[in-house]
């Protein structure tokens, strides 16, 4: 059984950076290709990023382009959503998630392995 366990969510302002780091176990991370999605209040999930297991291939939503960085550390099991100048409406519950396919998650948002997710409010 995979555990994925996210952090490093919080309150910030509109304009300001948040960095999420989610730590996997319970199976060789170098196999899993990692995926973070968001789901907002009222709202449907939504993929955000993914990355695959050698960091070859990346995938962003068009509207975190260029602000969210996915990066992943596989000697400590780690993957990591760097986000700058964050907008009130990425108020979200963020989740990440795990899958030995990367087109599941980016085109279908399926995984086989969720977090239990971790909130972020961005205040204006």
């Known amino acids: 059984q995979v555990h994925l366990a996210e952090s490093g969510g919080g309150l910030v302002q509109a304009g300001e950076s948040l960095r999420l780091s989610c730590a996997v176990s319970g199976r060789p991370f170098n196999s899993l290709n990692m995926a973070w999605f968001r789901q907002a209040p009222g709202k449907e999930r939504e993929f955000v990023a993914a990355?695959?297991?050698?960091?070859?291939?990346?995938h962003y939503a068009e509207s975190v382009k260029g602000r969210f960085t996915v990066s992943r550390d596989n000697a400590k099991s780690t993957v990591v959503l760097q986000m700058n100048d964050l907008k009130t409406e990425e108020t979200a519950i963020y989740y990440c998630?795990?899958?030995?396919?990367?087109?599941?998650?980016?085109?279908?948002?399926?995984?086989?392995?969720w977090g239990q997710g971790t909130q972020v409010i961005v205040s204006s």
């Open positions: 998630a795990a899958d030995h396919l990367l087109r599941p998650m980016r085109d279908d948002g399926r995984a086989d392995y």
């Open positions: 990355i695959s297991w050698r960091s070859d291939i990346t």
